[in-house]
């Protein structure tokens, strides 16, 4: 079990020490119990940090963003940004690395082990609560428990869990700086890949009327994109702009920037805007399943990169985020690679 | 025009409502959705994922296609939408609250001819909320109610084995007439019945603006304060808040093109989105609107500030759909009582 106050304490500690700048982690939001990400620069205000089942965020999201942010005030990060990390999301801290958007230095990894459980599917959570909505949910061992109006409701965590905690390898954050709770790698809740495993079972032949009817459903607003932390570049096929505009750029290189994807949301720019996400994401997802989360209309995007990391682990026994100083998926090759091609 | 309709037989009723396209909410993908109805429909949804404005205002439109041949003159050839008349069925009254909204805007100085040539045929049917489909509804605050009329063309009132059916438009009126003889007239009993569960309905607590009259004066005050990037610190600057939203119309114009030579396409609109960080990009690659905190401002004061100065009403009519659909917890009701509050 994690001790909530013990994670109030570190960051209070620290941050009145000047040994991070900021810790970002979780509070209570304003919408029922849904926790939110938070910025906390004040000692005075550790105490608004929360750890419950609704932390469902991929925080190492925003340590892109505080890059970016000081890129542009060419300024130096001082004291590093501490940051509050499951298993996935440190992982993806680590890939981060290995691509040397920021050094390890300039990151406090407070990480939590999911220990037993992991983070809770709202659209699963529904049906349990029959239209109350939940003021409060806590981690119980192998229970959630939330409260509503009608009382508390107890629920076994695998049965509200989402995907992608049941299917997760390693619920620990291996590489963090200090670490809550306890390391239950190897814990099966469910078979890894078993969400692509029934959707294989099931898709009898008809993958692309599956998918067409997913893609021709998508309404680009690019959540998916902008809640992953691996979707960091300036210029993405999808902007309207897709290379950095200074003063030099000439009239005439914008007119005739090159259109990759059309913003409207049919399915020809719908397939070729999320396949190309998929295959940008091999061997860099790490599977914190935060963009099937943000997707306001459900597309199952999770499958496309699970597929994507099951054929990076069969053919290559690779494991994205594994180690900073390991190698990347596509950037590196195996002397024994089963394609002649390559060798 | 007020009349009795018993349940079971609104899916007669559309049935006879041949010279329509009917559409109502429908659980698909685990979201509600209006669909085409093709059989049976329930008007038990909480509230669509998307609001209904796209039947007006469609995430794209062709505005006109274009050829050219080498050396000859552009054709241009202009695309007016033909579409049948609709009947959209189950509107919540907060989205019933964004039609004349988006009127005004499609409208005002200017009328928009692709959004006014679907608009005309639109009819909507609307459905009082008896409790606030979402724990995210804050319709009272912004000037409406769950039991409002504004933007329908009929309201129908959900009272246990029958539907309280009220035309409020001439359209509306002739959806009713088109299945005349399946209404009742409604008895005093009747009558007093929609009151009362118009009254509870009215009285089922909701999320709070707490000084909406007092938000436009108080957030033109606050341009500048701090607050805006504090607020929008966890902001991953996507379009769920705008595209979900009954009254959000902000577009981009492209030219998309299917054959270079001879040249050969369409000019289309699409749907835009304050929250994107190339949405105020200038072509000299300056960007007036450069970080989350100007943008979210941009949202919000175009709800409570702008929208109220131009129009004199809140663009804001409290569906909560931005609030349920934000990945990282922005709360445009949390937003705007702290900004208000932040004035004193």
């Known amino acids: 079990m994690i001790n909530l106050q013990d994670?109030?304490?570190?960051?209070?500690?620290?941050?009145?020490?000047?040994?991070?700048?900021?810790?970002?982690?979780?509070?209570?939001?304003?919408?029922?119990?849904?926790?939110?990400?938070?910025?906390?620069?004040?000692?005075?205000?550790?105490?608004?940090?929360?750890?419950?089942?609704?932390?469902?965020?991929?925080?190492?999201?925003?340590?892109?963003?505080?890059?970016?942010?000081?890129?542009?005030?060419?300024?130096?990060?001082?004291?590093?940004?501490?940051?509050?990390?499951?298993?996935?999301?440190?992982?993806?801290?680590?890939?981060?690395?290995?691509?040397?958007?920021?050094?390890?230095?300039?990151?406090?990894?407070?990480?939590?082990?999911?220990?037993?459980?992991?983070?809770?599917?709202?659209?699963?959570?529904?049906?349990?609560?029959?239209?109350?909505?939940?003021?409060?949910?806590?981690?119980?061992?192998?229970?959630?428990?939330?409260?509503?109006?009608?009382?508390?409701?107890?629920?076994?965590?695998?049965?509200?869990?989402?995907?992608?905690?049941?299917?997760?390898?390693?619920?620990?954050?291996?590489?963090?700086?200090?670490?809550?709770?306890?390391?239950?790698?190897?814990?099966?809740?469910?078979?890894?890949?078993?969400?692509?495993?029934?959707?294989?079972?099931?898709?009898?032949g008809d993958r692309w009327n599956f998918w067409s009817h997913h893609f021709d459903r998508c309404i680009r607003c690019f959540a998916c994109r902008s809640v992953c932390p691996m979707c960091y570049c300036d210029e993405c096929v999808v902007d309207s702009i897709t290379f950095p505009v200074t003063s030099e750029t000439s009239a005439e290189e914008k007119a005739n920037r090159i259109r990759w994807i059309e913003r409207s949301a049919t399915r020809s720019e719908n397939i070729t805007y999320l396949m190309t996400r998929a295959m940008h994401l091999a061997g860099r997802c790490t599977d914190c399943g935060e963009c099937e989360r943000a997707c306001p209309v459900n597309v199952p995007i999770r499958l496309l990169n699970n597929k994507m990391e099951r054929e990076a682990r069969e053919k290559f026994g690779f494991e994205p985020g594994a180690s900073i100083g390991g190698p990347s998926l596509v950037a590196s090759f195996l002397d024994n690679d089963p394609g002649d091609f390559i060798r | 025009m007020e009349k009795i309709l018993e349940k079971k037989r609104i899916d007669d009723w559309i049935k006879a409502l041949s010279d329509w396209e009917v559409h109502a909410p429908a659980l698909q993908d685990g979201i509600w959705t209006y669909q085409p109805v093709s059989g049976a429909i329930r008007l038990d949804h909480p509230n669509t994922n998307q609001s209904p404005k796209g039947f007006a205002f469609p995430q794209r439109e062709i505005f006109f296609s274009f050829e050219q041949i080498k050396g000859e003159p552009p054709k241009l050839k202009q695309v007016l939408p033909k579409t049948p008349q609709h009947a959209v069925f189950g509107v919540r009254p907060c989205d019933g609250r964004g039609v004349p909204r988006m009127d005004k805007v499609f409208n005002d100085h200017v009328e928009d001819p692709y959004y006014n040539a679907r608009r005309k045929n639109v009819a909507y049917v609307g459905l009082a909320c008896n409790k606030p489909p979402s724990p995210n509804c804050f319709c009272l605050s912004v000037g409406g109610s769950p039991v409002s009329t504004d933007g329908l063309d009929v309201q129908l009132t959900d009272m246990g084995d029958r539907y309280f059916v009220k035309a409020i438009t001439e359209a509306g009126k002739a959806l009713m007439k088109a299945a005349d003889g399946m209404f009742s007239d409604p008895s005093a009993a009747e009558q007093k019945q929609l009151k009362q569960v118009h009254a509870e309905a009215v009285a089922h607590p909701q999320r709070k603006v707490n000084d909406p009259d007092g938000a436009p004066a108080k957030l033109k005050a606050n341009f500048n304060s701090p607050l805006w990037e504090e607020m929008a610190r966890a902001c991953i600057g996507c379009g769920i808040c705008t595209f979900l939203c009954p009254t959000c119309h902000c577009f981009d114009i492209n030219d998309e093109v299917q054959n270079k030579a001879p040249l050969k396409g369409q000019r289309v609109r699409t749907w835009d989105n304050c929250q994107f960080p190339d949405f105020t990009m200038h072509s000299s690659g300056h960007n007036p609107r450069e970080n989350t905190g100007a943008r979210l401002r941009q949202r919000v004061n175009h709800k409570f500030q702008y929208f109220h100065e131009n129009f004199g009403m809140h663009q804001c009519t409290g569906c909560g759909r931005c609030i349920t659909g934000c990945p990282v917890g922005i709360d445009i009701v949390t937003v705007v009582n702290k900004v208000t509050e932040h004035a004193g």
């Open chain 1, 7 to 204: 994670i109030r304490d570190t960051a209070r500690d620290m941050l009145a020490k000047g040994e991070v700048r900021t810790v970002i982690g979780y509070r209570r939001g304003t919408r029922g119990m849904l926790a939110e990400p938070a910025f906390i620069t004040d000692p005075a205000q550790a105490d608004d940090l929360v750890w419950n089942p609704t932390c469902f965020h991929n925080l190492s999201l925003y340590l892109v963003e505080d890059r970016k942010f000081l890129a542009h005030l060419r300024q130096n990060p001082g004291a590093p940004i501490g940051i509050v990390a499951k298993g996935c999301d440190a992982r993806s801290i680590v890939v981060l690395m290995q691509e040397h958007y920021f050094k390890r230095e300039d990151v406090y990894i407070i990480g939590v082990s999911c220990e037993g459980t992991g983070v809770v599917d709202e659209r699963k959570l529904a049906p349990h609560l029959n239209g109350f909505q939940a003021s409060d949910a806590v981690f119980d061992g192998d229970d959630f428990v939330f409260t509503t109006a009608q009382g508390e409701k107890r629920l076994p965590a695998r049965e509200v869990m989402a995907d992608r905690c049941l299917e997760c390898r390693i619920p620990f954050p291996k590489e963090h700086n200090l670490v809550f709770g306890e390391d239950k790698t190897g814990r099966q809740l469910a078979e890894p890949f078993a969400a692509l495993k029934r959707f294989e079972a099931q898709e009898g």
